[in-house]
């Protein structure tokens, strides 16, 4: 797996710092896979909430989410019908006086949502983690902010809806976040089912989904930029989330709703990435040309997953997979790295909302084929193929709206390749492993206050046991996998 | 070609105008109104015999009455409970009197929803709902919702409703947190109700379709 240069500034799980001149002085994939190692996205999406579907539905937060972004059954009918459900009046109504003319269905409230995070983390061997080659590496680390984003999220007209935005992250600059555009429609059949239909494009794998247990929603649902938990090995997929690949995809999706009350879903989405410009990466990135190398041809992207609704409760299973032929340069020429993942992911899910508890719990493993067989022409010498496997297992619990626990243990375990995650890498030695294995896990533990739907207040602990090979000494330089514990305060807020 | 008699002219007119014009006003059709499946449906389902939590209330096979009555009291804020406030508000604050009425129809013509199974304390909740509670104070419900619970006009169907909505608004009546205009009738009842009596009278109505 290999790992941009700079990420999106979008998403909150950012990059090693490379210095310039080194960069140009090195063919990108030799870079890219001396930083394999960083799995930048691995588990931390953006936590993604957006005021602007309030004021358009007029419905609480809380019908769609239980805590942000954790969709409930609603909040996912509203995104599989393209953001469009609205309790708003059309500004004009020309569709019904002149119908020959093409209508015009402004909203009356323009769908801007803005959010802003800050964080605060300790680590218990200092930040000499991703930034600590030119950042802070002293302990209580602050970000204020740490991300901020601004949202065009809403109905555009009454089948074409958008979830776009654009973020400011520490990188100093803006860049685009994990977005879709897409039209819906649905039918309805004369015995009960519905199927619910769209198109959308999109420049993250797994946003368009409606289950946290993938990539780009799963748990926990905000860290800081600072946290290990950004450092964890991670598949090509992962690494996509927060829109940190310069890919940009077209697909189309279905939902087929059936049974009593249409409590049985069968949900079944494909798309095609391929490089664009305009995704965000980094400082010189937004709306510029990306520097990676680009994908040859197209990267398909198949997802189908089945869900059952039973009152309080509500379950769903489903499979993904994603085959990317990357080159290594950005002059796409030669071969091509290969990086295929497949993985299964679960989800269950209470809500009480009479009683006004609500838990969730996730289950995703996901496992990739890393074929470099490109690198040897261009100096990168890891093994011929590669093996990762991530997989997660989490549950949040929430009282009231208001007082949240979320518990959560995670794993990636593969193939030891030093070229990937030793030595040769030239990484802060907080990130070499002697072993040359990606083998971590841990768990991490998190409280919530919410002062308001809007607002909200983490306390985040993760622990590492092992990191990078080993418990004691991974890097041969005396470190131990607890070194990498951390505390983190984090603050969130949308309006 | 033999003419009609000349007595079933008016009765053919009426036929050729009376006819569409109630097929314009409120179609009963296979299909469901638009706005059934912009927003009604995403809870109360498209038929409504299985909204997605327990504490959404069945519409299949309501009272159109009371439908239409409701949606306009959640419309101009006359009906408030905490469920309502936070869903039925913003709906209804989007809907015209002729969306209500479609809305209303849609439900009405639905089949019964299939009862659920009995709870447990559905025998005792049967002596409730058809004799009252003379030493409580409260009167049979059959007295107003009919014999087979199935509700007219003003009063709402009951029969295969959803145990936990019925106990929820039971609760609201008895605290008062629910109002609207007839709130004041079901508010004197519940204060006599004790919490299993109310589970009671839920468990047996929740069978019945």
Known sequence: MFHPFSASAGSPKLSIEVPKPLREGLG??????????IGLLAFVPPAHAV???????????????????????????????????????????????????APLELNRVTPLSVMIQASAAWIQGGHANQFGSGGTTGQGAVEFPEQVSFFYAGRVTRNIGTFFHVTYTHTGAFGMDD???????????????????GAEIN?????PDLWNSVPDWNWPFATSNYSPLRDIPATYIQQAAGASEPIAGLGGYLAYLFGAGESHWLYLEADVYRSAVGIGSGTDQFFGAATLGPTRNVAPYLRIAYEQNDEEWNWEVGALGMDAKIYPTTAAIGSTDRFLDYGLDGQIQYLDLTGNQTFTAHVSWIHETEDWQADPAVGFKPNPVDTLDTASI????????????GLGYFWAWGTPDPALYGAATGNPAALVSANGSPDTNGLTFELN??????????????????????????????????????????????? | ????????????????????????????????????????????????????????????????????????????????????????????????????????????????????????????GSLIFHDGLLKQDVPACMSCHGPEAAGSGIYPRLAGQNVEYLIEQLRFFKSGVRHDKNADIMHMIAIHLTDRQMRAVADYLTSLQ
């Open chain 1, 28 to 37: 990108a994939m030799h870079w890219a896979g001396a930083l394999a190692l």
């Open chain 1, 51 to 101: 005021p602007s579907f309030a004021r358009q539905t007029g419905w609480s937060c809380s019908v769609c989410h239980t805590i942000f972004p954790q969709l409930t059954p609603i909040g996912r009918l509203f995104k599989l019908e393209g953001y469009t459900t609205s309790n708003l009046a059309d500004m004009q109504k020309l569709k019904q006086k002149i119908r020959r003319m």
């Open chain 1, 179 to 197: 977005s879709d555009i897409r039209w819906a429609e649905h039918e309805t059949e004369p015995n009960g089912s519905t199927l619910i239909y």
């Open chain 1, 203 to 207: 420049n993250t794998p797994t946003e």
């Open chain 1, 394 to 405: 989490n549950g949040q619990y929430l009282l009231n709206r208001r007082y949240g626990a």
């Open chain 1, 449 to 495: 206050y919410l002062e308001a739907q809007n607002a909200e207040l983490t306390l985040q602990y993760s622990a590492f046991n092992k990191y990078l090979g080993a418990s004691s000494n991974y890097n041969g330089h005396g470190q131990n996998a607890s070194t990498n514990n951390m505390l983190a305060l984090l603050m969130w807020f949308a309006f």
């Open chain 2, 1 to 124: 070609m033999q003419r009609p008699p000349l007595q079933l002219a008016p009765l053919l007119l009426f036929l050729l105008t009376a006819a569409p014009l109630a097929c314009a006003a409120l179609p009963s059709s296979a299909k469901p109104p638009a706005r059934v499946m912009t927003s009604c449906y995403m809870c109360h389902s498209t038929h409504g015999d299985d909204p997605r939590f327990g504490y959404i209330p069945r519409l299949a096979h309501q009272s159109e009455t009371y439908i239409t009555e409701q949606l306009k009291a959640f419309r101009d804020g006359s009906r408030s409970d905490p469920p309502g406030e936070m869903y039925m508000w913003p709906v209804s604050q989007a809907l015209s009197n002729r969306d209500i009425d479609l809305v209303a129809d849609w439900y009405a013509s639905q089949p019964p929803p299939p009862p659920q199974k009995a709870g447990r304390l559905a025998q005792a």
